[in-house]
């Protein structure tokens, strides 16, 4: 089972930086004004799902639970808290400061995405150590066997107690 996490989070993590390619490509497009970096990302970023669908081991391993939920994780990090936030941001910069053009809202679309992928990417890490510290601990806890052991035997001393306190009744 670690297996199949440590690859959902690493399929996880380099779907969310395709995309942010992607994503910074469409700014340097906009930026120097043609479109060369958004359509070679745009084809990078086709070949990629093009061979996820067509490669049956990566469409079986694609279609896993964790690797779904890992990627739902990140598409919430770098989709949907970015879309909110620089779509609240700009409304409140356009009112409050300066109207935004279209290449200005793209870019701090980008810089917010970016910043959730940084706090996925944290958040991954402390999961990690977090799972880490509880095999650990799991491992080296071999004393909760033994504890059940014990009561067990303890049971079991109670009842020869009980029966030898019968049989000393009995003769008495």
Known sequence: MPKVRH???LVATLAGLMWLMLYWSISVSLHIGSAEPALAALLLLGSMILVSFVHRPVRVMLGRYHVRKRRTEM???ILALPLNL???LAIGIDHLIT??????????FNVLATASW???LVTLLIKLLARALA???GSSGAEPALSTNSSTDTSNNSN??????RRDADEA
């Open 135 to 137: 095999d650990r601990r």
């Open 118 to 120: 940084l706090v996925f």
């Open 75 to 77: 598409w919430m990090h």
């Open 86 to 88: 620089a779509f609240l």
């Open 99 to 108: 109207p935004m053009s279209g290449a200005q809202k793209m870019l701090l």
């Open 7 to 9: 690859y959902a989070d």
């Open 160 to 165: 020869s107690a009980s029966v030898l306190h």
